[in-house]
């Protein structure tokens, strides 16, 4: 009976040695002389072979015994799922089949109150997180709980997966949460300190990067936790300085992503990297300033004057913004097809920050022709035919005009021109511009 029992011990030891090695045909071979081992647990956390080969990325061993029916949402002792484990260790391929296999993602282990979607966030794995998240979005828990209400599920000490991602400095977890409606001013019961938003997080890990995020998502810095400390305190406190001097309240506000606006959430993959592109090196020239320690005192929200572009431009002539005269025209406004680049596009719709507790928002016009902007989409590039053809449509003839008195001129007058405001730009840049544009400035008197 004792040698039995050590050899069923020995075979259980082989069956999951080989689960953690992906050694499939000792799996096989030992599961062919006794099936019932499959049921079995590791001794202390009571982890099944699925947990094993979810946890270490063994796709094919997971496969196998998904084929031969082990429940996708077995737990272990900390009631983990498989699906747990495999998204703490990054294991995406796991991830996706478990899920394929009908896995619940809106399970709650035992020792923190988590799901898979906190795991994903505090390890830092972004493509877990991004096929949990869409997962959510198709399968019943959307219609059941509410896709957001998933998305910002706090775990035991209230801290939700855009908490547990700040606290651990992982901004590409951050940047997915807030795109997916993380709510960015939800604050903890008592993970971290009592009252934590996620950016008294960030500050407390000195995330440079999940501050950036967090601010350009429309995080409050004024905001308070239950000790009555604001996240520029906490990163004073920790010695983040480069953190605490972004997050100090008399810092300049960064451009804040208008994710209210329904043209803004509803815009389609490219044209929205291309704006977040531009609003990130935006706010990264503020930084700049704010970093050395001068004084911020732009007269333009973009902040972008000290870069001169010219390459950038000087590849399709044509295409050059008509506000900006620095950058290329990759955005296009809907119904009128007004076209801009994406800076200047950003500097309309950001120019108020967005209010989190009222639901009103202003929506910005298209500054050539004042009407409402419906949707933005991506300039398309123009052949050579369709550019001689379009002289009557929008602005092709005083670019052209434009850019053939620059390059007959030499730039020096320009790079002046881009010492100066964007917004003073914008109204040099065109007499077509409404002039009740209320910030356009003064115009500036150029005449060359
Ligand atoms: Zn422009
Ligand atoms: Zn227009």
């Known amino acids: 009976m004792g040698q039995g029992l050590s050899c069923r011990t020995s075979e259980k030891k082989e069956l999951f040695s080989a689960v953690q090695l992906g050694d499939l045909e000792t799996v096989e071979e030992v599961l062919k002389r006794d099936s019932s081992l499959i049921h079995h647990t590791t001794v202390y956390d009571r982890s099944s072979a699925l947990h094993v080969a979810a946890a270490s990325g063994q796709i094919e061993v997971l496969s196998l015994l998904l084929d031969r029916s082990v429940t996708p949402d077995i737990l272990n002792r900390h009631k983990q799922t498989p699906l747990m484990l495999a998204a703490m260790h990054g294991k995406i391929s796991c991830v996706t089949k478990l899920i394929e296999a009908g896995a619940n993602i809106l399970m709650f282990d035992s020792r923190n109150g988590r799901t898979c979607l906190h795991y994903a966030a505090y390890y830092g794995h972004s493509d877990c997180l991004q096929v949990i998240l869409s997962a959510a979005r198709a399968s019943p828990v959307a219609a059941s709980w509410g896709y957001s209400r998933f998305v910002n599920t706090r775990d035991g000490k209230g801290a939700t997966a855009l908490h547990l991602a700040a606290r651990q400095g992982c901004s590409e977890c951050v940047h997915v949460l807030l795109d997916n409606g993380a709510i960015v ?36 810095r004024l905001q308070i936790d239950a000790a009555g400390r604001i996240p520029y305190t906490v990163a004073l406190r920790r010695h983040h300085r480069a953190c605490a001097a972004l997050l100090n309240p008399s810092a300049a506000e960064p451009l804040v992503w208008p994710s209210p606006l329904k043209f803004i959430t509803e815009l389609n993959h490219e044209a929205k990297a291309l704006l977040e592109r531009a609003l990130m090196e935006a706010n990264r020239e503020r930084e700049k300033a704010i970093l050395r320690g001068t004084v911020y005192t732009s007269t333009s929200p973009l902040g972008s004057e000290s870069r001169i572009e010219d390459n950038a431009s000087e590849a399709s002539e044509t295409d050059l913004c008509c506000i900006c005269f620095d950058q290329e025209c990759t955005i296009e406004v809907q119904e009128c097809g007004h076209r801009m680049c994406a800076q200047c596009t950003l500097a309309l719709c950001c120019h108020n920050k967005p209010n989190p507790t009222t639901s009103c928002h202003s929506i910005p016009v298209c500054p050539f022709c004042r009407s409402n902007i419906v949707r933005l989409v991506v300039a398309k590039v123009k052949t050579e035919n369709e550019k001689d053809s379009d002289h009557d449509v929008n602005f092709t003839k005083p670019q052209k005009s434009w850019r053939s008195r620059k390059s007959s001129e030499g730039s020096s007058s320009f790079r002046g021109l881009s010492g100066l405001g964007s917004f003073r730009r914008m109204s040099r840049g065109s007499g077509r511009i409404a002039a009740e544009n209320e910030w356009v400035d003064k115009p500036l008197n150029l005449d060359i």
Request: glycine share 12%; charged share 20%; with cysteine.
């Open 185 to 220: 001013y939800a604050s903890t019961d008592r993970y971290g300190y009592p009252g934590s938003t996620p950016l008294h997080l960030a500050a407390r890990s000195g995330s440079l990067d999940c501050i950036r995020e967090l601010l350009a998502w429309g995080a409050e």
